[in-house]
């Protein structure tokens, strides 16, 4: 049974790739992020390995429960696209017993699993000063692995009633966003808060110690207790990894079970408010139906929430880090170097709200991927090109100015140096505009891919797919050329501050004509390719 | 022979090796209901999504009041109201959202579009379930919500694929009383169905497609040559006659 599950999850993953040539790119970019984090892994085992090899393995503990947490997390934010759910077991008449096994196999199936096993491995470097935890370590590989696989069967089943209504569902997906989001900065943020406090090792070392006694990073903690010599405590916390490992498989077989025979029927979330204000301030037309549209789904579906919250939060979050980060930075040069001015400080006001523009790429580019096969309205309304564009363009305009001029005055207020408002700006909008209009006009040809309607927005195809990887690299290069005069003026009015109101006024006009541009060309193209874009859209992953 | 509302000429479409619509060709005439006959796999939508701009067929092309389809589709499409079928909707919109949208759309008034957007929520059933959002819809609750987007702007022309499926028997025969009514006063209507009786009992008109190709068209009459239509289906596509060896072991245990 196993096996015959595993051979259906490699089939899935198999037609995947059969259908489209940019399935495989997509995979093979996927491949290399994951064999590059592995390599940053392994490389900075090596480092600590041969320049503080005490530090080892409190870092691998410290890695291994983080490896845990992630599965986790993860496995909550795909549960929505579970191909092998029990509900579709509901029907066979196979006790959840024989299934179990397969199941859980099978989600090791996959860049992640694999990554995962590698990274594991990997990990043994850490333990390879002495003989006993090395052997240890090598011999409780399978059951760190499991542990992952089981944390993230486990937390998705125990939340799956909650998950099973949309409120819910949504809920979730925002605040793991938000985690996802925020995880990138904060990591390195807090590293970088322990390194303030000094002592990093000692302080590495603590809490590897105490999570090396939690179910989470038990695992990894035998072989750190064999580190030291302590039998008795290497005896108790593999007790706890395996308590550990036989509750998490005790509630998901559980809950596996229920729903073998009780299945979870996904519901709805009843009525919705109307949001009249919406189609009050947009103009009744075609084009203000298609904003309004695009308005309420940045709210009401969450796969353009989340983008929105992206938007919205990358300022912020870097605005925080630089608040945590960035003072000391600035503390030390000005004591070293004698600089007036941090460095972060001075361009920080043009640049945070920048990055929350960088974010629009892949809403710009991929917003008619996301409506899938929804689009055939506007082929068959007989909707032109530019009507379709320019409501896009309007949509984006109404929800996402207002937030991106918010993230200028925000990171301003924070700099204090208030004279930089119109170079951030400048160069927000500048940008933001560019984003909007390249974005637009390259969409006909390169839709890109994005999760299905009612799919995880972390699930396949959330990367956007190789094409999405394609319009991000063009959208850059438009940027730096096309962007630069506004962004650059907007850079040097950290010391010629009225270049700050060159750059709002080029920055405008810039955004503003690439907007335009991109209405047009995109317009144009798509009174052409309706059916072929549709098509393209419609091949969900 | 009154006007021609839709006329396919020698639609075709190809997915790889596979021909999936060989060279249909079919008249309907104004005030007519068709219904459009084939076993699954047939090419039934995917001669309707070719007739109504959705697809780009690899010859041919579809005329609809004598414009055509790939030469002038925003003329085309402005004349007919289509329902498709495997096609999504947005359906984090409510059932009035949606109408507002399809209505807008169109270009049409927004006056207009209000007060008909009522009328339809009225007359199928869907009143109650205006500010619901259509993804919580049923699946005849979703077809219904479809047939009223592709009526909001009064066209002379009805595509509707599969528009009974799921449909319940009392919003089915609304529907019925909806079309006839559209028919009697010198609308067009096409539509695709898997029921013999139902077609046999609303259309005036039918077509019979097997494997991409028209099989057999024309008044209700000429098509059944004094059979039931069921038979003549059968006798036309062709049926898959059992042998008394096959599936045994289904009825020995």
Same mark, same amino acid.
């Given at each position: 049974?196993?096996?015959?599950?595993?051979?259906?999850?490699?089939?899935?993953?198999?037609?995947?790739?059969?259908?489209?040539?940019?399935?495989?790119?997509?995979?093979?970019?996927?491949?290399?992020?994951?064999?590059?984090?592995?390599?940053?892994?392994?490389?900075?085992?090596?480092?600590?390995?041969?320049?503080?090899?005490?530090?080892?393995?409190?870092?691998?503990?410290?890695?291994?429960?983080?490896?845990?947490?992630?599965?986790?997390?993860?496995?909550?934010?795909?549960?929505?696209?579970?191909?092998?759910?029990?509900?579709?077991?509901?029907?066979?008449?196979?006790?959840?017993?024989?299934?179990?096994?397969?199941?859980?196999?099978?989600?090791?199936?996959?860049?992640?699993?694999?990554?995962?096993?590698?990274?594991?491995?990997? &990990?043994?470097?850490?333990?390879?000063?002495?003989?006993?935890?090395?052997?240890?370590?090598?011999?409780?590989?399978?059951?760190?692995?499991?542990?992952?696989?089981?944390?993230? =069967?486990?937390?998705?089943?125990?939340?799956?009633?909650?998950?099973?209504?949309?409120?819910?569902?949504?809920?979730?997906?925002?605040?793991?966003?938000?985690?996802?989001?925020?995880?990138?900065?904060?990591?390195?943020?807090?590293?970088?808060?322990?390194?303030?406090?000094?002592?990093?090792?000692?302080?590495?070392?603590?809490?590897?110690?105490?999570?090396?006694?939690?179910?989470?990073?038990?695992?990894?903690?035998?072989?750190?207790?064999?580190?030291?010599?302590?039998?008795?405590?290497?005896?108790?916390?593999?007790?706890? %990894?395996?308590?550990? +490992?036989?509750?998490?498989?005790?509630?998901?077989?559980?809950?596996?079970?229920?729903?073998?025979?009780?299945?979870?029927?996904?519901?709805?979330?009843?009525?919705?408010?109307?949001?009249?204000?919406?189609? =009050?301030?947009?103009?009744?037309?075609?084009?203000?139906?298609?904003?309004?549209?695009?308005?309420?789904?940045?709210?009401?579906?969450?796969?353009?929430?989340?983008?929105?919250?992206?938007?919205?939060?990358?300022?912020?979050?870097?605005?925080?880090?630089?608040?945590?980060?960035?003072?000391?930075?600035?503390?030390?040069?000005?004591?070293?170097?004698?600089?007036?001015?941090?460095?972060?400080?001075?361009?920080?006001?043009?640049?945070?709200?920048?990055?929350?523009?960088?974010?629009?790429?892949?809403?710009?580019?991929?917003?008619? %991927?996301?409506?899938?096969?929804?689009? +055939?309205?506007?082929?068959?309304?007989?909707?032109?090109?530019?009507?379709?564009?320019?409501?896009? +363009?309007?949509?984006?305009?109404?929800?996402?100015?207002?937030?991106?001029?918010?993230?200028?005055?925000?990171? &301003?207020?924070?700099?204090?140096?208030?004279?930089?408002?119109?170079?951030?700006?400048?160069?927000?909008?500048?940008?933001?505009?560019?984003?909007?209009?390249?974005?637009?006009?390259?969409?006909?040809?390169?839709?890109?891919?994005?999760?299905?309607?009612?799919?995880?927005?972390?699930?396949?195809?959330?990367?956007?797919?190789?094409?999405?990887?394609?319009?991000?690299?063009?959208?850059?290069?438009?940027?730096? &050329?096309?962007?630069?005069?506004?962004?650059?003026?907007?850079?040097?009015?950290?010391?010629?501050?009225?270049?700050?109101?060159?750059?709002?006024?080029?920055?405008?006009?810039?955004?503003?004509?690439?907007?335009?541009?991109?209405? =047009?060309?995109?317009?144009?193209?798509?009174?052409?390719?309706?059916?072929?874009?549709?098509?393209?859209?419609?091949?969900?992953? | 022979?009154?006007?021609?509302?839709?006329?396919?000429?020698?639609?075709?479409?190809?997915?790889?090796?596979?021909?999936?619509?060989?060279?249909?060709?079919?008249?309907?005439?104004?005030?007519?209901?068709?219904?459009?006959?084939?076993?699954?796999?047939?090419?039934?939508? $995917?001669?309707?999504? *070719?007739?109504?701009?959705?697809?780009?067929?690899?010859?041919?092309?579809?005329?609809?009041?004598?414009?055509?389809?790939?030469?002038?589709?925003?003329?085309?499409?402005?004349?007919?109201?289509?329902?498709?079928?495997?096609?999504? *909707?947005?359906?984090?919109? $409510?059932?009035?959202?949606? /109408?507002?949208?399809?209505?807008? /759309?169109?270009? *049409?008034? #927004?006056?207009?579009?209000?007060?008909?957007?009522?009328?339809?929520?009225?007359?199928?059933?869907?009143?109650?379930?205006?500010?619901?959002?259509?993804?919580?819809?049923?699946?005849?609750?979703?077809?219904?919500?479809?047939?009223?987007? !592709?009526?909001?702007?009064?066209?002379?022309?009805?595509?509707?694929?599969?528009?009974?499926?799921?449909?319940?028997?009392?919003?089915?025969?609304?529907?019925?009383?909806?079309?006839?009514?559209?028919?009697?006063?010198?609308?067009? @209507? @096409?539509?695709?169905?898997?029921? *013999? #009786?139902? @077609? #046999?009992?609303?259309?005036?008109?039918? !077509?019979?497609?097997?494997?991409?190709?028209? /099989?057999?068209?024309?008044?209700?009459?000429?098509?059944?040559?004094?059979?039931?239509?069921?038979?003549?289906?059968?006798?036309?596509?062709?049926?898959?006659?059992?042998?008394?060896?096959?599936?045994?072991?289904?009825?020995?245990?």
């Amino acid at each position: 049974m196993a096996a015959l599950l595993l051979g259906l999850r490699l089939r899935q993953l198999g037609r995947t790739l059969a259908r489209s040539p940019w399935a495989i790119v997509t995979l093979v970019v996927a491949v290399l992020g994951a064999l590059g984090a592995l390599g940053v892994v392994a490389a900075l085992l090596l480092v600590l390995r041969v320049a503080a090899p005490a530090a080892g393995p409190d870092a691998v503990v410290v890695l291994g429960s983080a490896l845990v947490v992630g599965w986790a997390i993860s496995g909550v934010l795909v549960s929505a696209d579970d191909a092998l759910a029990p509900e579709r077991f509901a029907l066979l008449p196979v006790p959840a017993a024989r299934l179990l096994p397969g199941v859980l196999l099978s989600g090791a199936v996959g860049v992640g699993g694999i990554a995962t096993l590698l990274a594991l491995l990997t &990990t043994l470097i850490g333990w390879s000063a002495d003989v006993a935890p090395l052997v240890a370590a090598a011999a409780l590989v399978p059951l760190q692995l499991l542990t992952c696989l089981l944390a993230a =069967r486990a937390l998705a089943a125990a939340l799956a009633r909650q998950l099973a209504k949309r409120s819910g569902r949504d809920l979730t997906l925002v605040i793991g966003s938000v985690l996802a989001i925020s995880a990138g900065i904060l990591v390195p943020a807090v590293a970088e808060g322990v390194r303030a406090l000094g002592a990093a090792e000692s302080m590495l070392h603590a809490v590897a110690e105490v999570l090396a006694w939690t179910p989470i990073g038990a695992a990894w903690g035998v072989p750190l207790a064999l580190v030291a010599g302590d039998l008795l405590a290497a005896g108790a916390r593999l007790l706890i %990894a395996l308590a550990t +490992a036989a509750l998490l498989a005790l509630v998901w077989g559980r809950d596996f079970r229920a729903r073998l025979t009780a299945p979870i029927a996904t519901g709805g979330g009843g009525r919705v408010r109307s949001g009249g204000w919406i189609d =009050r301030i947009l103009p009744a037309t075609p084009v203000g139906a298609i904003a309004a549209r695009g308005v309420r789904y940045r709210i009401r579906d969450p796969r353009h929430l989340v983008n929105a919250i992206g938007v919205a939060l990358m300022p912020v979050l870097i605005l925080g880090m630089q608040l945590v980060i960035g003072g000391r930075i600035e503390v030390e040069l000005d004591a070293e170097a004698g600089v007036g001015l941090g460095a972060f400080a001075a361009v920080g006001p043009m640049l945070v709200p920048v990055l929350g523009a960088i974010v629009l790429m892949s809403v710009a580019q991929l917003d008619a %991927a996301y409506d899938s096969s929804a689009l +055939a309205v506007h082929v068959l309304a007989g909707v032109t090109g530019t009507q379709d564009r320019a409501g896009r +363009a309007l949509c984006m305009a109404v929800l996402f100015a207002p937030v991106l001029v918010g993230a200028s005055v925000l990171s &301003t207020a924070v700099s204090g140096r208030w004279d930089l408002l119109p170079a951030s700006l400048g160069a927000t909008l500048g940008t933001a505009g560019i984003i909007l209009g390249v974005g637009g006009a390259i969409s006909p040809w390169l839709p890109g891919q994005t999760p299905a309607p009612e799919a995880s927005p972390f699930g396949s195809g959330s990367s956007g797919g190789a094409q999405a990887l394609l319009g991000a690299l063009i959208m850059v290069a438009a940027i730096v &050329t096309v962007g630069a005069p506004a962004l650059g003026t907007a850079i040097a009015a950290a010391w010629l501050p009225w270049l700050g109101w060159v750059s709002l006024a080029v920055g405008v006009l810039v955004g503003s004509i690439a907007v335009w541009l991109g209405v =047009r060309i995109g317009g144009r193209a798509l009174d052409r390719r309706w059916p072929e874009l549709l098509a393209a859209v419609s091949r969900e992953p | 022979m009154p006007d021609t509302v839709l006329a396919l000429r020698g639609l075709t479409k190809r997915f790889g090796q596979q021909v999936a619509v060989d060279g249909v060709s079919l008249d309907v005439p104004a005030g007519s209901m068709l219904g459009l006959l084939g076993p699954n796999g047939a090419g039934k939508t $995917t001669t309707l999504s *070719m007739a109504t701009g959705l697809l780009r067929p690899d010859a041919g092309t579809a005329f609809i009041h004598g414009v055509d389809v790939w030469a002038d589709p925003a003329a085309a499409k402005a004349r007919m109201g289509v329902l498709p079928d495997g096609v999504r *909707m947005f359906d984090r919109l $409510t059932g009035a959202e949606l /109408l507002r949208y399809h209505g807008l /759309l169109r270009g *049409m008034p #927004e006056a207009d579009v209000v007060s008909r957007a009522g009328e339809l929520l009225e007359a199928l059933g869907l009143a109650d379930a205006r500010s619901t959002l259509v993804i919580d819809y049923s699946a005849g609750m979703r077809k219904k919500i479809g047939l009223a987007c !592709a009526l909001i702007h009064a066209p002379r022309l009805l595509l509707l694929d599969e528009p009974f499926e799921a449909v319940d028997p009392v919003s089915g025969e609304t529907i019925r009383q909806i079309l006839r009514g559209f028919v009697a006063s010198g609308g067009t @209507v @096409v539509l695709s169905s898997h029921v *013999m #009786e139902l @077609v #046999e009992s609303l259309c005036d008109r039918v !077509a019979i497609i097997a494997a991409g190709r028209v /099989l057999a068209a024309g008044t209700l009459d000429e098509v059944r040559q004094g059979q039931p239509l069921q038979r003549r289906f059968l006798d036309l596509v062709g049926t898959h006659a059992l042998g008394t060896e096959s599936l045994s072991w289904l009825r020995s245990s």
